[in-house]
Nanobody
């Protein structure tokens, strides 16, 4: 049974930083396609960042240069380091993992590429 558990959310002022963590069980994050998504009230869940099996990363334009996705394969934890936070970054943040792995597996920041989801962690940025 795959479980993804996010932590690290909270309330910060604009310009501040947070590091989100996603601890995985029943799933090996090393070599997997994994991502971070966020959802604001009344809006769709959108991709923020993803890390592919080869370690390459992709970011939404809105967070490029401010957010960094990494993973610690030894500890089986995915991270999202968020800096220079803005009020518009306020959202529920979700960790996601792909069902399949290996060459040819599509890995983007689209929801359809991910089968497993965490319960979310709230981030609130005040101006």
């Amino acid at each position: 049974q795959v479980q993804l558990v996010e932590s690290g959310g909270g309330s910060v002022q604009a310009g501040g930083s947070l590091r989100l963590s996603c601890a995985a069980s029943g799933y090996i994050i090393g070599g997997a396609c994994m991502g971070w998504f966020r959802q604001s009230p009344g809006k769709e869940r959108v991709g923020v960042a993803r890390i592919a099996s080869d370690g390459s990363t992709t970011y939404a334009d809105s967070v490029k240069g401010r957010f960094v996705i990494t993973r610690d394969s030894a500890k089986n934890i995915l991270f999202l380091q968020m800096t220079s936070l803005k009020p518009e970054d306020t959202a529920e943040y979700y960790c996601a993992a792909a069902e399949f792995r290996g060459r040819g597996v599509r890995c983007s920041t689209e929801r359809k590429d991910f089968a497993y989801w965490g319960q979310g962690t709230q981030v609130a940025v005040s101006s």
